[in-house]
């Protein structure tokens, strides 16, 4: 595997989920894979569990891990071509990546949306440069538009829990006080799109998600409606995703807290599990009961992401 951004790069699902399942039982088994191999983690963001288990599965892997915070200790990076580069950008992306490249065998880079600039966002314009001038394997560990190191823990943890061969998977949109990306819910509708699961969207009109993601995903607005007989309540706020008006892109355009999932919310489901990348905002997202309740799996979800950093690295490493 050269690059992962998108289930596309994974190959047959079924596959990738029995050697998930394998990797999570003997997670020491491929060490040799790694030996004298150098992971380089890039982050321009924030992170606890893609940093944590990211460079937990490198080491499983028996690597050697560098991780960097650009914008703790790092230059400040310009990431356009042909500016005057007199502001407080010290250094050009295009030659950072080189260099950092020349240090290390695969490359992990973290790059939220800017959520100014619906089309510098959705071409990927800064991760598609780490492909373009590193020569090294690039994957994402959440970039403007995807984040599927996160969808695939979440497909590990539904086959662990399903309590049906086909069951039904919710994606509900969340108030939030903040403008947060549309890669969490973009990759998990890609990747439910392909899963063998009964698989709904609900969100307040004007928050569709880009069609290239959520492709022909069933849409119910009513959320009460999209809940019944769910076996998988998956929440996330998102900003709005400027699908059906261009100006609204990144913003906040409703926050209505009807939509919080709460025990009432919960109650409308097949006794239904919760899902939630984290991090999550109590009382926006979710409530102390229903995130702590017995069917509450953020914290196995977040433990898969070992997982699946495991088998995406080894793909890379058996590759390189
Ligand atoms: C980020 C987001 O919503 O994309 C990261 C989630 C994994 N969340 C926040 O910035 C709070
Ligand atoms: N779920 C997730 O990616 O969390 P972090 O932002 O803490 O890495």
Redesign the pocket.
């Known amino acids: 595997m050269k690059t992962f951004f998108n289930i596309e790069d994974l190959g047959d699902l079924r596959t990738a989920l029995s050697e998930a399942q394998e990797v999570k039982q003997n997670r020491f088994g491929y060490q040799q894979l790694g030996k004298n191999k150098t992971l380089l983690m890039i982050f321009f963001n924030?992170?606890?569990?893609?940093?944590l288990s990211t460079q937990k599965a490198a080491m499983n892997l028996g690597m050697n891990v560098i991780v960097l915070d650009v914008n703790a200790g790092a230059w400040k990076l310009e990431t356009e071509r042909g500016v005057i580069m007199d502001g407080d950008k010290s250094e050009h992306l295009l030659e950072a990546i080189p260099v950092m490249s020349s240090y290390c065998d695969i490359i992990g880079i973290?790059s939220f949306a800017g959520l100014t600039d619906r089309n510098f966002d959705y071409a990927e314009t800064i991760v598609n440069q780490f492909v373009q001038y590193s020569g090294k394997p690039v994957f994402a560990?959440?970039t403007a538009t995807v984040?599927p190191?996160?969808a695939f823990a979440d497909l590990i943890t539904i086959k662990e829990h399903k309590p049906i061969a086909r069951p039904k998977v919710v994606l509900t949109w969340t108030p939030h006080c903040r403008a947060l990306p549309q890669a969490?819910p973009n990759s998990f509708a890609q990747w439910m799109n392909r899963a063998d699961v009964d698989f709904v969207v609900t969100h307040p009109e004007g928050y569709e998600l880009d069609p290239r993601f959520v492709g022909n995903a069933r849409v119910e607005y009513d959320q009460h409606k999209a809940f019944e007989g769910a076996h998988f309540i998956y929440a996330k706020n998102w900003s709005n995703p400027g699908v059906t008006n261009p100006a609204e892109y990144g913003k906040i355009t409703c926050q209505d807290m009807n939509w919080t999932v709460d025990a009432e919310h919960m109650a409308w489901t097949d006794n239904g599990y919760f899902m939630h990348?984290?991090?999550v905002r109590r009382g926006l997202i979710v409530t102390d009961d229903v995130i702590e309740g017995a069917h509450s799996l953020v914290i196995p979800e977040?433990a898969n992401?070992e997982i699946s950093a495991e088998v995406v690295i080894k793909r890379m490493l058996e590759a390189l």
């Not at 924030?46 to 940093?51: F, G, H, V």
Request: contains cysteine; charged residues 30%.
């Open positions: 924030n992170s606890l569990r893609t940093r973290r560990m959440e984040h190191l996160q969490v990348c984290l991090p977040a992401r």
